[in-house]
């Protein structure tokens, strides 16, 4: 479970504390599940090291995707679809940009 802790705080200083406490979250009911299931503890293992990885890696760039650089217009201020509509519209622009 030491494990688990680790990877959700490791989450929470790249993604923020909402996505840390869920992997930390699911990979603890992983790793329980997988000391019940026969040969499944590597395959956790081995994910749960990926994403450590993934984040270590690029953290930076999935750090921007929860953050967009560009600042919003004032009209996207919560009002309904519109404003979820263009808030991804951010998020797809500044993933766009950080490939280059």
């Keep these: 479970m030491l494990a ?4 959700g705080v490791f989450t929470a200083w790249y993604l923020g504390l909402r996505a840390g406490v869920v ?4 990979s603890a009911v992983a790793l329980l599940v997988a000391t019940v299931v026969p040969g499944a503890t590597i395959t956790v293992y081995v994910v ?3 994403w ?9 760039h999935l750090a ?10 004032p009209g ?3 009002a ?9 519209a951010l998020r797809a622009r500044a993933l766009w940009t950080s490939r280059k």
Excluded: H
């Design 80 to 88: 309904g679809w519109k404003a979820e509509v263009g808030k991804w």
């Design 48 to 50: 749960l090291v990926g």
């Design 52 to 60: 450590v990885g993934l984040l270590y890696f690029y953290g930076k």
């Design 64 to 73: 921007g995707l929860r953050r967009p650089s560009g600042k919003a217009s």
């Design 23 to 26: 992997a930390a979250a699911a």
């Design 4 to 7: 688990a802790l680790i990877i």
């Design 76 to 78: 996207l201020g919560g």
